[in-house]
């Protein structure tokens, strides 16, 4: 209870001085903010050395082949805590380039295989239009010019020949053009739609103030009535 | 030896890893397959490690921080760190001692992380306000209508307008906005494709100079 | 290397055209050190007055590394040829006017004259002037060679004084008197990190008695090789001048004397003195024999006093404060009334009961529901609880009445996390729905966070039997309401409660592939609305709940106790997006008639 | 088909590498167009060091060994672009990162350009500051840098989503010019109304060939925009019906 108690009144104290944020930066707010980092690193710290322990651990236990799987990128770990270390750090670039040699690849797959094929396949599928009638038809070609306006928006090559630019800002350039108000109703949706998120997070946030305030004060009058 | 160390070595690496997770990728057949997931399992257990030079990396530029005006602010951290540390392993080890660890997350870290969250509403509201101060161009419109339409969609508010809007929301939301970001998710796949590429084919190499 | 002089763009050699900009790039190559004609690179002899271009035990470049990198990559600073011989002509052409001023006192004026390299003070201006007139292709520094102390690795060639070397580029420097010194560019580029990690640089200048030795050895230099630039000022630079603090440290006669390399090539062979190109990089070989009788204290004085100087931080920050940009015009104001009107419209209704609003409407929660009341009982569902504190004032209102709902359909639920706070965040709400906890372990199994992103999700997928119980530290296989689920193949259904699209997307791939005939779910947040709609409509999820209103929607259908919270959020939340929407197009207009400011 | 297409898209995309690198040699390549965002910079690093006062970089939370790994490359690279001038001019930037797998990758980008000029131990190991895990915190934590520490700009580059907006909105109070290059839709809603000079979707990928400049990055915006086309042409073939 007691310790309930407290956390109630330390919670509701610590999101009254984050939000004093939004009527100025103050001291106030700044100490809460550091102990949010300190707080969270260090949170996430434990949790990932527990993590990794757990899994880690078991296999060294175990036998040869599960040992060495487990091995291996112990050593490539502790060989990156080199980088801590100018006069070591190259040491280390044996495990940064795994990391980056691995994350390339799935960051690769992803693209290929989860964004770009699927993406530009939904773009041109007209039999999935037409299951909405002519309306579907409509928004389905607005759909299509538009994702390609907004993928010709970023063409980075400019012809240098005068004849081929005209010929260039004619076409690819007026697509873009188009294909850039697309994008801009995207970000536009996109600030909507994230701005109402975070908008129930800030009300949940003012609603629990509220609520714990009223907790505190009925505890109060509990005890001294 | 030292170009062996610094260059020839993690970029062989680099290249290799890289090739074997993206052959797993494209042709996920079982050896493939789970060579990639093996190789990934290891990436993210080396990954683990780097939050321990993260951890270091944030007590050095405090500590040093904190011997400067407003330092005390950084010790506060530092503090705040460790507690943090040693609370949630004592809770996650410790089954007996879970609930301090509960605590900890359920009154200091949950209230803290939210509200920090909570304030990016304020922000974009700060940002909404000041919108055509900074963009000029015509389609800074676009954005203005697109914003006010999910925004009001989402009330419900009394028909008709009510319905009306949230019609209007949904049919921005799949189509013109659909556009919009499908060109950009395919456009940003064909940039994470390249930049790919050069690291695979060893000619980027930002793990060794 | 070729620096295109428009872009400043680092072509390969031998291009005719700039790789960024297409600009036509000009035929770089040595330019001659004495009559200053440029000439093609890999010339031997200048085509002009035909003096030696290469010394004879240099390499030319680009023969040795035909494919070379820009040496600093990025702003790409002047190109090294160029740069090395631009400021070393007008080293001596000052060198020969300033020589008599030396005798002024005051240190720093001393220090400047000889048209040593430019201290940062002398040196910024040079690429500020170039900053100013920037247009966007021009990165400027890459147009003017910088002089040295601003920062551009000059390469290690004879003419700089041999103190000064020290303590400018100290990595390229090589012991062995016979090694040829490196073109800068390969240093910069491979040797980079090794030679400077291997070969400690010799701190800026160690012991005066480098000075000592060495000075005697350069600076008659190029007093003495006057003759060959400009022979009538010669009288202008007997050694009588030698500034007054440089005396002590003049050579005795002789040692100088066989000191001076001689040309041998060229139609200057047989002549003395003359610049002595990558030869004065033997310097530590020869020091030795030269070290004079003990010096002066008066010199040793001056030497350190000229360390000092020396060693200072090549480039000492400017005492310009930062531009402290005048706070734009109002913009606390702006802040603070935005915050104020915030704040008002979300406590409004929490204070006083508005009912403004209708009630909401989300059928793709209705569907859910339907979905969801069709559950058999004792289904094990598998829950991705993909949200941490951060998101939890939101996702736990979405999420909430669903785990009611399937808790109320006595479904077991297994929950997993790729998020750190995720299972932690998941037994906060389960606590706050879970209506006995004595029940806790016949309903729920918190099988904690999955690290590795997809292959972590994949992973868990084929094994949940395999993990254990992140509560209670058991392992699954143990848990009774796990005792005939192993893998995904045996759950009967799968919620997603995702707040980030990579989440929702890394589930529903993973599930397709490892089972895709089992019923996927999701509870997601207003912010990924959009990017889970078209899962919807193709199929992948059976149902969504989307956002506080579908959350609320869904509470509803199910009604609990919890309706009247759900009220004032969403009344508070109407009434902020009114404001902010007000708020945006009032400040549309303004800034609309206003103009922009500042 | 679907299953050929990774491929077709990976060789093409090789082959337009080479066939630019073979083409580099002779004749002009066409211009890539300017992208603001970027060219400010070198300017910028000028007046910085005019200043004393560092460029506060922000390389969101991607982690590197992550699905977000290329983003997080891409903005390291652009980095490694100015490093060596920053640290030429005596003013190297504070790098605020996201996420602890960048840490080293930073590290080593100043590491390098210390070495090339001849100095490594005026490395300084606070350049580099690993600010938060979470998002959120560590967007919280950027904008707390930018309104207490001397920042003469701050260029945003890397991986966030809409809590990139408490960055931009801090450096904006404080009035400080920013450049920000986001490739994702809720950070490029959120930071598009501020006052900054915005690099849009793929274009962070641009960053590395604007500011370094190598022939390797021209060349792969060259295959990009031919992967592009190519793409407008699948598109065009799924409507018809051809694949």
Redesign the interface.
């Known amino acids: 209870m007691t310790a309930d108690l407290i956390g109630l009144i330390a919670g509701t104290l610590l999101t009254l001085l984050v939000l004093s944020y939004i009527l100025g ?1 103050n001291p106030l707010y ?1 100490l809460a ?2 102990l ?2 300190g707080a ?2 260090g949170y ?1 710290v434990a949790v990932t050395t527990v993590t990794v322990l757990q899994t880690v651990l078991p296999a060294l236990q175990s036998d040869s082949p599960d040992r060495v799987r487990a091995l291996i990128p112990l050593v490539l770990g502790i060989l ?1 805590l080199f ?1 801590g270390f ?1 006069r070591w ?1 190259a040491w ?1 670039n044996f495990s ?1 380039a795994l ?2 040699g ?3 690849a ?3 797959g ?1 693209a ?2 989860g964004t ?2 699927p993406q ?2 939904a ?4 039999n999935v239009w037409l299951r909405e009638g002519s309306a579907g038809l409509i928004n389905g070609l607005i759909v ?1 010019i538009g ?2 306006g907004a ?2 928006a ?7 020949q005068p004849a081929l630019r005209r010929l260039w800002n004619g076409s690819v350039g007026v697509l873009g053009q188009i294909g850039r108000l697309f ?2 109703a ?9 701005l109402t ?2 908008l129930t997070v800030l009300v949940g946030r003012v609603y629990a103030v509220v609520t714990g305030i009223q907790q505190l004060l009925t505890l109060i009058g509990m005890s001294s009535g | 030896m030292d170009r062996l160390v610094k260059r020839i070595l993690p970029t062989s690496i680099a290249v290799g890893t890289g090739l074997l997770v993206l052959l797993g990728y ?1 042709l996920p057949v079982p050896p493939l397959a789970s060579v990639r997931d093996e190789l990934i399992r290891w ?2 257990i ?2 683990a490690f ?6 270091f ?2 007590l ?2 405090h500590s ?1 921080r904190a011997r400067k005006p ?1 330092g005390i602010y950084s010790v506060i951290l530092i503090l705040t760190a460790m507690t943090s540390l040693v609370l949630t392993l004592a809770a996650l080890l410790i089954p007996s001692l879970r609930f301090l660890g509960d605590w900890w997350f359920r009154y200091v870290l949950s209230p803290l ?1 939210a509200t ?2 909570g ?2 509403a304020f ?2 509201a ?3 306000f ?2 055509l ?3 000029r161009e015509a389609g800074v419109l676009v ?1 203005l209508v697109a914003a006010l339409v999910v925004l009001l969609g989402t009330l419900p508010l009394p028909a008709p307008a009510g319905n009306w809007l949230a019609n209007l929301r949904t049919w921005w939301m799949n189509v013109p906005a659909m556009a919009g ?1 499908r060109g ?1 998710l ?3 796949g ?10 695979l ?1 060893g ?2 190499r ?2 060794s ?1 | 290397m070729i620096y295109c002089p428009k ?6 050699q ?9 600009a036509p790039l000009p035929a770089t190559g040595l330019r001659c050190p004495m009559c200053g004609a440029m000439n093609p690179a890999g010339n031997l002899y200048c085509d002009r007055c035909s003096a030696r271009l290469i010394p004879a035990e240099r390499v030319p470049p680009e023969e040795e590394k035909p494919e070379r ?9 002047p190109s090294v040829p160029l740069g090395e011989e631009e400021w070393l002509s007008e080293l001596r052409a000052e060198a020969l006017d300033l020589a008599p001023e030396e005798e002024a006192p005051g240190w720093p004026g001393e220090l400047e004259a000889p048209g040593e390299p430019p201290t ?1 003070e002398a040196a ?1 201006p040079e ?2 002037a ?2 100013e007139e ?1 247009v ?2 021009a ?3 890459a147009e003017k060679p ?1 002089p040295p102390l ?4 000059v390469p290690p060639s004879g003419e700089i004084p041999e103190w000064l070397r020290d303590v ?5 420097i090589q012991e062995e008197p016979s090694a040829q010194p490196p073109p800068v560019a390969e240093v ?1 580029v491979h040797a ?2 090794p ?3 291997t070969t400690v ?1 010799p701190i800026l200048i160690e012991g005066e008695e480098e000075i000592l030795s060495t000075a005697p050895a350069e600076i008659p230099d190029w007093l003495k090789e006057a003759p060959a630039e400009a022979p009538p000022e010669y009288g202008g630079l007997v050694p009588a001048e030698i500034p007054e603090w440089l005396r002590p440290l003049q050579p005795r006669e002789g040692v100088a004397v066989e000191e001076e390399p001689t040309e041998t090539e060229g139609f200057l062979s047989g002549l003395r003195g003359l610049l002595p190109i990558g030869k004065g990089l033997d310097m530590p070989a020869t020091a030795q024999p030269l070290l004079p009788r003990a010096p002066r204290p008066a010199a040793v004085a001056r030497a350190e006093l000229l360390q000092g100087l020396l060693s200072r ?16 015009s109002g ?1 606390v104001l702006t ?1 603070f009334l935005v915050g104020v009107i915030l704040l008002a419209a979300i406590l409004l209704p929490m204070l006083v009961r508005l009912p403004l609003f209708g009630p909401p409407t989300a059928p793709t929660a209705e569907a859910l529901f339907a979905t969801v009341n069709h559950l058999p009982g004792n289904t094990p569902v598998l829950i991705a609880w993909e949200y ?1 504190p ?1 998101e939890s004032d939101e996702m736990d209102r979405v999420a909430g009445p669903l785990i009611e709902h399937l808790l109320r359909r006595e479904a077991r639920l297994i929950v997993v996390s790729t998020r ?2 995720g299972p932690a965040a998941a037994e906060a709400l389960l606590a706050s729905r879970l209506v006995d906890p004595s029940e806790r372990s016949r309903r729920i199994a918190n099988l904690g966070y999955l690290p590795g ?2 292959a972590g999700v994949r992973e868990a997928l084929g094994n949940l039997g395999g993990r254990t119980e992140a509560m209670t530290g058991l392992p699954a296989s143990q848990l009774d309401i796990m005792a005939d689920v192993h893998s995904i193949a045996d759950v009967g259904m799968v919620v997603i409660l995702a707040a ?3 989440d929702l997307k890394t589930w529903l791939e993973q599930i397709s592939v490892a089972n895709p005939n089992v019923p996927v779910v999701a509870g997601v947040s207003a ?1 990924i609305e959009l ?1 889970s709609t078209p899962y919807l409509a193709a199929g992948q999820l059976r149902g969504m709940v989307a956002g506080l209103t579908g959350g609320a929607v869904y509470e509803r259908q199910l009604d609990t106790g919890w309706g009247r919270e759900y009220e004032y959020y969403l009344t508070s939340i109407g009434m902020a997006q009114l404001a902010i929407a007000a708020l945006t197009v009032i400040g549309a207009l303004i800034f609309l008639v206003g103009g922009r400011k500042r | 088909m ?1 299953s050929i ?3 077709l ?2 060789i093409i ?2 082959g337009v ?1 080479l066939w630019t690198a073979i083409r ?11 992208l ?1 965002a970027f ?2 910079l ?2 910028e ?3 910085s ?5 560092p460029i506060l970089f922000t390389l969101g939370s991607g ?9 997080s ?2 903005a ?2 652009t980095l ?6 920053a ?5 190297p930037p504070i790098v605020a990162v996201g ?3 960048i ?3 930073a ?2 980008i100043f ?2 350009a210390w ?9 300084n ?2 350049t ?10 560590y967007a ?2 950027v904008a ?1 840098l930018l ?2 520490e ?3 700009a701050h260029v945003l580059i890397g991986s966030m ?3 990139a ?2 960055v ?2 801090a450096a ?5 010019p920013q450049s920000v290059a986001a ?1 994702r ?2 950070a ?3 930071v ?5 000079r915005l690099a ?7 960053g590395p ?1 604007r ?6 990055y ?1 060349r ?6 031919v ?2 086309f190519l ?2 042409f ?6 018809l ?1 051809l ?1």
């Open positions: 930066d700044r903010l550091h949010l980092v969270t690193v996430g990156l980088k100018p750090s280390g940064t990391l980056v691995v994350g390339a799935v960051a690769m992803g290929l295989v770009i094929i530009t396949a773009v041109g599928s007209l299509m994702t390609i993928l010709l970023f063409a980075f090559a400019v012809p240098r994008l801009l995207a970000l536009g949706a996109a600030f909507g739609t994230a998120a975070s | 494209l990436a993210v080396i990954a780097a939050f321990i030079l993260g951890f990396n944030l050095r530029v040093g407003g992380q920090v969250a304030l990016i922000v974009l700060v940002a909404a000041r919108l101060r900074h963009r954005f970001m950009l395919i456009g940003v064909l940039g994470v494709l390249l930049v790919g590429l050069r690291v084919t000619s980027d930002p793990y100079d | 872009c400043g763009t680092a072509n390969r031998g291009s005719k055209f700039c790789n960024e900009c297409g990198p820009s040496p600093p990559k990025g702003i790409s600073l940062p910024i690429w500020l170039e900053l920037t966007p292709e990165p400027p520094p910088t601003a920062g551009i690795p400018e580029f100290a990595p390229p910069d980079g990190m030679s400077a990690s640089p931080p090549l480039i000492t920050p400017p005492t310009a404060e930062i531009r402290e940009a005048p706070r734009q913009w802040r941490g951060a750190m706070e992103q997809a980030q699209p990579d912010r990017i | 679907t297409l990774p491929w898209l990976i995309a090789l590498l580099a040699r002779r004749g002009p390549v066409p211009s890539t167009r300017p603001p060219d400010g070198p300017a690093l000028g007046h060091a005019e200043s004393g006062a982690a590197v060994g992550g699905d977000r790994t290329l983003t490359i891409a390291l690279e490694e672009g100015v490093a060596d001038a640290v030429a001019y005596g003013t996420d602890p797998t840490l080293p990758l590290e080593d590491l390098r070495n090339r000029r001849g100095t490594p131990e005026r490395y190991p606070t580099v500051q690993f600010i938060g895990i979470q998002p959120t915190v919280a934590g707390d309104l207490h001397r920042a003469h989503d809409e809590e907006a408490l931009t909105h904006e109070g404080r009035g400080i490739d839709l809720p490029l809603g959120a598009y109304p501020a006052d900054a849009i979707g793929e274009e962070l990928y641009a060939a500011i370094a400049a190598l022939p390797r021209i792969s915006l060259r295959a990009q925009d992967l592009r793409v407008v699948l598109i065009l073939m799924k409507v019906g694949w």
